[in-house]
């Protein structure tokens, strides 16, 4: 069996490796057992395969330097992470060697192995946060280069009662902190409203993808004023120097679960001390509506309000 040396010990190998242009190893796929010495323990990078959750062996990355970068586990191991002790079968590291990202379980979903198999094994997870003590089900959590908690992603169907400027919310999908600790964005588990530079806003994103809480729907400006909302409850109402209005609803479109029933798109709003950005989608073209040209009102979108969640089980 061939052997690859790297700056954290020997590793069998089997097929390619994959170099980076500078001729330092990229990644590799372990063949046997190993231990590979981190800053952060000697840690077993994964080897073996099953017949359901880990049907291959997941390669080991590392950057240019030498350093580690990705590292998939052979057996959950325990990691002392700035946030305290978990239990991880992949971790991810910055260049520097810090904790990138910590996740405790890593099966690979298929026909064979679903998403409520998988949650079957994910126990809940004790963290400190700046929240204080918080234990949840959890997809994984992620770090800065400086230790200090970037976000938590929570397992689907989780959710946290998280303090914010605006109030206690019910947060799903993740939630999401600055260096100092002060909560940057969160994603709402349910319309909640929250006051806004226009007003009052029903705050949710029927859309939220939960790959990871780093980047959520609701975000706040350093200050504590919210800087960005998704809604499908609300109306904005903008009224220029003729006195004329501009409405802005949410969208609506048919539904994903082929029938004719039809669900909301959610209307997103960026705030700035210049301007109010309305937007059909995240990362559409903005309608931008200067903030000394316009007065701004909400008024709830009551087509919504029969059926708030719209085709969660469907399109979600």
């Known amino acids: ?103 405790p379980l890593n099966g690979k979903l298929s026909g064979y192995w679903t998403q409520e198999d998988e949650g079957r094994l994910a126990g809940p997870v004790t963290l400190n946060t700046p929240l204080g003590p918080v234990s949840a089900r959890l997809i994984g959590v992620s770090f800065r280069p400086d230790k200090t908690l970037r976000s938590l992603t929570l397992w689907p169907g989780e959710s946290l009662d998280v303090a914010t400027p605006a109030g206690v919310l019910s947060v799903r999908i993740g939630v999401s902190f600055r260096p100092d600790g002060s909560v940057e964005s969160l994603e709402p588990a349910r319309p909640q409203g929250v006051q806004t530079p226009v007003g009052l806003v029903r705050a949710f994103d029927l859309d939220a993808c939960g790959i990871h809480g780093d980047l ?9 004023s919210v800087q960005r909302v ?17 409405r802005f609803a949410p969208a609506s479109r048919e539904s994903l679960c082929g029938d004719s029933e039809r669900e909301p798109v959610p ?41 708030p969640f719209g085709k969660m089980a469907c399109s979600a």
């Open 267 to 307: 209307l997103w709003l960026d705030f700035s001390s210049e301007a109010v950005a309305v937007r059909s989608e995240p990362e559409a073209e903005p309608v931008l509506l200067p903030t000394a040209d316009y007065t701004f009102r909400t008024t709830p979108h009551l087509e919504q309000f029969a059926n």
């Open 230 to 246: 998704a809604t499908s409850l609300t109306v904005l109402v903008a009224v220029g120097p003729d006195g004329r209005e501009r």
């Open 1 to 103: 069996m061939d052997t690859v040396l790297t700056r954290y010990g020997e590793i069998p190998v089997a097929g390619c490796l994959e170099w980076h242009d500078s001729g330092a190893l990229k990644s590799c796929a372990p063949a046997g057992p190993a231990l590979l010495a981190t800053p952060h323990g000697a840690l077993p990078p994964q080897y073996s395969t099953d017949d359901l959750r880990r049907r291959t062996v997941q390669a080991v990355y590392f950057y240019d330097s030498g350093a580690l970068r990705h590292l998939p586990l052979e057996t959950r191991t325990e990691i002392l992470t700035p946030a305290g002790p978990m239990l991880a079968e992949l971790v991810t590291f910055h260049k520097d060697g810090a904790l990138a990202r910590v996740f």
């Open 216 to 224: 959520n729907s609701l975000t706040f400006a350093p200050d504590g």
